[in-house]
C-alpha cells in the first residue's frame, strides 16, 4: 500500500528516520534548476526529451535502496509522476512506499501557477538549486 504525506509530514519523518530514503523523480533540469532538497537522490521517473519511461528506474532504485522494506519517499512537482513511480516500485516488491503529496513545487493556483498553494518549497522546507 502506497501512502501519502504531505511535505511538511515528510520533513519530519525525515528527521526521525534516518535510514529513509527521498527520490526525487523529476526531470534532470527540473532537478538541477527548479531545485531539490538537499537530500533527495535523483532518479528521474521519465526524461526529456522524448519523455519516455526511464526503463532503469526500479534497478536504480534497488542499488541505493537493496532492503524492500526501507521507507521510500517519493517526490515529483505536483505528485503525480512521483505516485506512478511509486506504483512501480510497490510491484517490485518494495513494502513502504509514501508519496509526497503537491510535490516540490506545488498544485496549480487559480492563475495557473505552481507555488503560491502549496508544496515542498511553499512549506518552507530546505531546499537548495545545483
Known amino acids: ?28 533540469m527540473e532537478y538541477l534548476f ?8 535523483h532518479i528521474p ?7 519516455q519511461l526511464n526503463p532503469d528506474f526500479v534497478r536504480h532504485v534497488s542499488h541505493d535502496s537493496p532492503d524492500l ?3 521510500i519517499f517519493l517526490l515529483c512537482r ?5 505516485l506512478d513511480a511509486a506504483v512501480a ?21 487559480h492563475n495557473l501557477q505552481r507555488g503560491n498553494l502549496n508544496g515542498w518549497r511553499f512549506s518552507g522546507l530546505p531546499w537548495q538549486q545545483s
Open 1 to 28: 500500500m502506497i501512502e501519502n504525506l504531505t511535505p511538511q509530514q515528510t520533513w519530519d519523518f525525515l528527521q526521525k528516520n534516518p535510514a529513509a530514503i527521498l527520490i526525487d523523480v523529476r526531470t534532470r
Open 45 to 51: 521517473w521519465i526524461e526529456a526529451p522524448k519523455w
Open 34 to 41: 527548479v531545485g531539490h532538497p538537499p537530500q533527495a537522490i
Open 89 to 109: 516500485l510497490e510491484q517490485a516488491g518494495y513494502t513502504h512506499l509514501i508519496n509526497i503529496t503537491d510535490g516540490f513545487e506545488g498544485l496549480l493556483d
Open 69 to 71: 522494506d526501507t521507507p
Open 78 to 82: 505536483c505528485g503525480q509522476r512521483s
